[in-house]
């Protein structure tokens, strides 16, 4: 079973940032897509970010766009999500996830299309 480890949470005041990894225990993550979503307090889970296995592909939640970037390193099987100007809105549980693919796009946005999880970060954004 895969495993999936997220690290880097912690609380920042508003306008900073953080960078999150997700490694993976992985065999086949070069050929799995990662993403990464969130969970709110009173919110459903949704989809942030997300990146294929060849690292070329994204999709993007508007409410992010220019602040955060995911990355991967597929050789350590590792991905990361780096979150810049964050507000009190960013605050709540980060989770990575992965799915593998045949191709590399599209890039799934459904919590329900990923196979693996990890057990979140939290994240919080407070003055």
């Known amino acids: 079973q895969v495993q999936l480890v997220e690290s880097g949470g912690g609380l920042v005041q508003p306008g900073g940032s953080l960078n999150l990894s997700c490694a993976s225990s992985?065999?086949?993550?070069?050929?799995?897509?990662m993403a990464w979503f969130r969970q709110s307090s009173g919110k459903l889970l949704e989809f942030v970010l997300g990146?294929?296995?060849?690292?070329?592909?994204?999709a993007i939640l508007k409410s992010v766009k220019g602040r955060f970037t995911i990355s991967r390193d597929n050789e350590k099987k590792v991905a990361f999500l780096q979150m810049n100007n964050l507000t009190t809105e960013d605050t709540g549980v980060y989770y990575c996830?992965?799915?593998?693919?045949?191709?590399?796009?599209?890039?799934?946005?459904?919590?329900?299309?990923?196979?693996?999880w990890g057990q979140g970060a939290q994240v919080t954004v407070s003055s």
């Open positions: 992985s065999r086949s993550f070069d050929r799995e897509t």
């Open positions: 990146i294929s296995y060849t690292g070329g592909s994204t």
């Open positions: 996830a992965a799915r593998r693919q045949s191709i590399p796009v599209p890039i799934k946005t459904l919590p329900s299309e990923y196979e693996s």
